[in-house]
Nanobody
């Protein structure tokens, strides 16, 4: 699976952004997916995850209520809608896919086999 993330940018606190991740290669619809982020000099951290059919989602406490993860399997697209952005949301955001169809959503980065290149989100105060 090849993943291409986009949609990042420079915004002000309180603004919204919609990140997208387009998949190609192997069948996108069978994989649980996730969004992670990494700020400078910090470890990569979990943001949100979604099951293959979109019925199960999970969010980091830091973004719960402000972000929504969704997917359109017909368009091979994963989306992260981020509202009420804060300066601490500044990071490179990565989309990722689990390695096999029977694997469910996960909050652990090392449990993902495929990664996109990342898209920068910068939130100014």
């Amino acid at each position: 699976v090849q993943l291409q993330a986009s949609g990042g940018g420079l915004v002000q606190a309180g603004d919204s952004l919609r990140l997208s991740c387009v998949a190609s290669g192997r069948t996108f619809s069978i994989y649980a997916m996730g969004w992670f982020r990494q700020a400078p000099e910090k470890e990569r951290e979990f943001v949100a995850t979604i099951s293959w059919n979109g019925r199960t989602t999970d969010y980091a406490d830091s973004v719960k209520g402000r972000c929504t993860i969704s997917r359109d399997n017909a368009k091979n697209t994963l989306t992260l809608q981020m509202n009420s952005l804060k300066p601490e949301d500044t990071a490179v955001y990565y989309c990722a896919a689990r390695g096999d169809s029977w694997l469910g959503p996960s909050v652990t980065p090392t449990e993902y086999a495929y990664w996109g290149q990342g898209t920068q989100v910068t939130v100014s105060s």
